[in-house]
């Protein structure tokens, strides 16, 4: 009959393996922050030389 069942709240509440699409998806994820962090790092690396090259030019030769 049913009229005492537990609600499904309670069950979605429990952890479940992650499936194959989400575990992909998490893996392009960090694969795509990571490599934005080294971009980030260049930039800055870049950024830091262009600066130091404005306060004291080098000669050209």
Do not use: C, N, Y
């Not at 952890?15 to 990571?34: C, G, L, M, N, Y």
Request: aromatic share 4%; no cysteine; glycine share 2%.
């Amino acid at each position: 009959m049913g009229l005492f069942r537990k609600s499904r709240a309670r069950h979605a509440r429990h952890a479940r393996k992650p499936s194959w699409a989400e575990r992909r998806a998490a893996q392009r994820t960090a694969r795509a922050e990571a490599e934005l962090m080294q971009t980030e790092q260049r930039i800055h690396e870049l950024a830091d030389e262009v600066r130091s090259d404005l306060k004291d030019p080098k000669p050209a030769a």
